[in-house]
């Protein structure tokens, strides 16, 4: 039986690992070890030129299974590789040490000084920080566009000095944190092309952390990389930090070449854990779901709760439910709500929670809460933050695998204490 005839979520269990190479045993050994022994060292100079971009690899070469050292890759990223490659629709998958660092490398191995990033506005506080203060001191420049402003955003911004003639990339997280507000995946792909030449080709890089790989496919919508913190919900145990990328072999030799020589590639021990999570993804991801649109029902219809922001929703005839309805197979269990109050409300709710748990991070079995505007996003410039919709109000909700009766008994007694402390 081969992958294209079983399912994904089968395919989890042995996918890019022969059991009868490690004395049977049903999950894979953690490869602990630094470097890795050839047998010839032709095999050795043919291994190091492919990986280091300075030839192609041939047809009749087959590296699946050689490794040289542990900064490069080891039989357990290996292994996570494939199974998430093949749960993305992609190629070829890099597992980095953090999101971060996937987003990084493929700003670093694709932007050069003159180049113009296209992205939308709000995204998560890290990635806009190395948007604006970072790639800005070499050269390249972030042109933002509000997402609930849609594709005329998008065409506004291209049609500033500039922005087209230069544009490299356009970068988007959606459904953004934490707004959930949606980037029409396949309106972007349409304007890459549009504005790419011969001999300067536009990509679109797609953060797939709130819905992938279950939820969104963004190369199903014509997407060059999709990004992910696998922290979240490939991991899924908050017990680990990891990030990722997928896209086609012929672009990401690039950015296995920048992992390697940035040092980010994830431990053979993180490839195990996330090896070890994917098997549970889709039946945690499908629970925290099922779990999630019973709070948010619940939310929407209480009188401490000014706003709620989740997919699930949206409402026909609402341009951003167009975009779900077109990309998305399931609205994910991500919540975000403006509590009544203003911040004073917010504090209270978060400081009177008790299942859910106030930390940052999300995607995890446990349920989290958080404040945006001073935790998650802090490091955003105040103006853009409420520009972008997030104010001191907001709180984020990652719903995870509890019951969701006793989550709402946890909100019910929450709401009612920022009730209490709002005038």
Same mark, same amino acid.
């Given at each position: =039986? ?70 490069? #890759?080891? $039989?357990?990223?290996? %292994? ?41 506005? $709000? ?10 203060? %970072? ?12 997402? %609930? ?41 349409? =304007? ?68 390697? =020589? ?7 021990? #993180? ?104 935790? #998650? ?12 919709? %997030? ?12 019951? $969701? ?17 709002? $005038?």
């Amino acid at each position: =039986m081969t992958s294209r005839e079983t399912h994904p979520e089968s395919e989890m269990m042995r996918l890019g690992y022969d059991a009868q190479l490690a004395s049977g045993a049903v999950k894979p050994p953690v490869y602990l070890t630094s470097t890795f022994a050839f047998k010839k060292v032709e095999d050795a100079e043919a291994y190091c030129q492919v990986i280091n971009n300075l030839r192609p690899q041939r047809e009749d070469e087959d590296f699946s299974n050689t490794y040289i050292y542990g900064r490069d #890759t080891s $039989p357990n990223l290996a %292994i996570f590789e494939k199974r998430l490659a093949l749960w993305d629709g992609g190629e070829v998958c890099a597992a980095f040490d953090s999101g971060m660092a996937a987003i990084t490398a493929v700003f670093l191995g694709y932007l050069n000084p003159g180049d113009v990033i296209l992205f939308g506005e $709000p995204c998560y506080g890290c990635t806009d920080f190395v948007l604006k203060s %970072i790639l800005t001191r070499f050269g390249i420049r972030p042109v933002g566009y509000r997402l %609930i402003d849609g594709n005329e955003g998008i065409r506004a911004a291209l049609a500033q000095p500039g922005v087209a003639d230069h544009l490299r990339m356009i970068y988007a997280e959606t459904p953004s944190n934490p707004t959930n507000a949606m980037a029409d995946i396949g309106f972007c792909v349409e =304007m890459a092309r549009r504005y790419s030449r011969p001999d300067h080709r536009a990509f679109v890089a797609v953060d797939n952390t709130f819905l992938g790989p279950l939820f969104q496919r963004p190369f199903d919508h014509g997407a060059d990389f999709t990004l992910y913190s696998a922290t979240k919900y490939i991991a899924g145990h908050s017990d680990l930090i990891a990030g990722a990328c997928v896209g086609p072999a012929e672009l990401m030799g690039q950015v296995k070449l920048m992992r390697a =020589m940035l040092g980010t590639t994830a431990s053979p021990h #993180t490839g195990w854990l996330l090896t070890r999570s994917l098997e549970t993804m889709k039946l945690r991801m499908e629970a925290q779901a099922a779990g999630a649109r019973k709070v948010a029902d619940y939310l929407a219809g209480h009188p401490a709760v000014e706003r709620v922001y989740y997919l699930g929703l949206l409402q026909p005839g609402d341009p951003q439910r167009a975009v779900y309805d077109k990309q998305c197979l399931g609205p994910g269990s991500m919540i975000s709500i403006d509590v009544k109050g203003g911040k004073a409300g917010a504090f209270a709710f978060l400081n009177a929670v008790r299942l859910f748990h106030l930390a940052v991070s999300l995607g995890g079995n446990e349920s989290l809460a958080e404040h945006p505007a001073t935790m #998650t996003h802090a490091e955003v410039d105040p103006e853009d933050r409420l520009e972008g919709g %997030i104010t001191d109000a907001m709180v984020r909700l990652s719903i995870g695998i509890e019951h $969701p009766d006793d989550l709402i008994a946890d909100l019910e007694q929450a709401l009612a204490a920022s009730q209490r402390s709002s $005038p």
